[in-house]
């Protein structure tokens, strides 16, 4: 079975903090996504790396930004929290290459205070 | 209008019921198409996927894609308690980094 692990299921920080959101996936899927999801919204593509240090911005990048150092680990980083990032935040992989089929992480609940 | 619009329901049916959740979207490019099952506070399990057009079968599940109408479907048979979550659709193109675009969900309840 495909394992996405998301380092974090509940997490508290203050405005302003830097904050970083990590994700690990066990098989060696080439993309790897990041998703907020909102009451009312569904889920809003932040980023997507289709390849190792490759990124792509999603539908609402704006305060978000990405690493991908390791074919296996994308991090999400909040570079300056606000209160409107509130939110949980689900990682996904997928295998590439005409395989679009997503796996989930167990998701990160963030509140900012 | 959105790419891809589904009820956010609530729908609440009795047990041994058969389900039918739809979504339409307008991107005639999508060619991949997947239901996601998400319980609450929990991530979204991949539970059905087809590539174009047809039926798919799955134990319970049944998922029909119609591009010519722009809809697809999930069905469930002899519903169970434990069917109770939200329910996702998403699609993709063939071309590109092959992004989903997803529904917005819609939030099934089974009664016993």
């Known amino acids: 079975d495909v394992k996405v692990t998301q380092s974090s299921r509940y997490l508290v920080k203050r405005t302003g903090e830097k904050v970083f959101l990590e994700c690990v996936q066990d098989?060696?899927?080439?993309?790897m996504f990041w998703y907020r999801q909102d009451p009312g919204l569904g889920l809003r593509l932040i980023y997507f790396?289709?390849?190792?240090?490759?990124?792509e911005k999603g539908d609402i990048p704006e305060g978000y930004s990405v690493s991908r150092e390791k074919k296996e680990r994308f991090s999400l980083i909040l570079e300056s929290a606000s209160t409107n990032q509130t939110s949980m935040y689900l990682c996904?992989?997928?295998?590439?290459?005409?395989?679009?089929?997503?796996?989930f992480g167990q998701g990160t609940r963030l509140t900012v205070v | 209008q959105k790419e891809v619009e589904q009820d956010p329901g609530p729908l609440s049916v009795p047990e041994g019921a058969i389900v039918s959740l739809n979504c339409t979207y307008s991107?005639?490019?999508?060619?991949?198409f997947m239901w996601y099952r998400q319980y609450s506070r929990k991530g979204p399990e991949l539970l059905m996927y087809?590539?174009?057009?047809g039926n798919k079968e799955d134990g319970r599940f049944t998922a029909q894609v119609d591009k010519s109408s722009k809809y697809i479907s999930l069905f469930i048979r002899d519903s169970q308690p434990s069917d109770s979550a939200t329910y996702l659709c998403?699609?993709?193109?063939?071309?590109?980094?092959?992004?989903?675009?997803f529904g917005q969900g819609t939030r099934l309840t089974i009664n016993p």
């Open positions: 998403a699609m993709s193109e063939i071309q590109g980094a092959q992004k989903l675009v």
């Open positions: 790396s289709y390849d190792v240090k490759m990124k």
């Open positions: 991107n005639s490019a999508f060619q991949y």
């Open positions: 087809t590539y174009s057009s």
């Open positions: 996904a992989s997928s295998p590439g290459t005409g395989r679009p089929e997503a796996f």
């Open positions: 098989m060696d899927h080439e993309n």
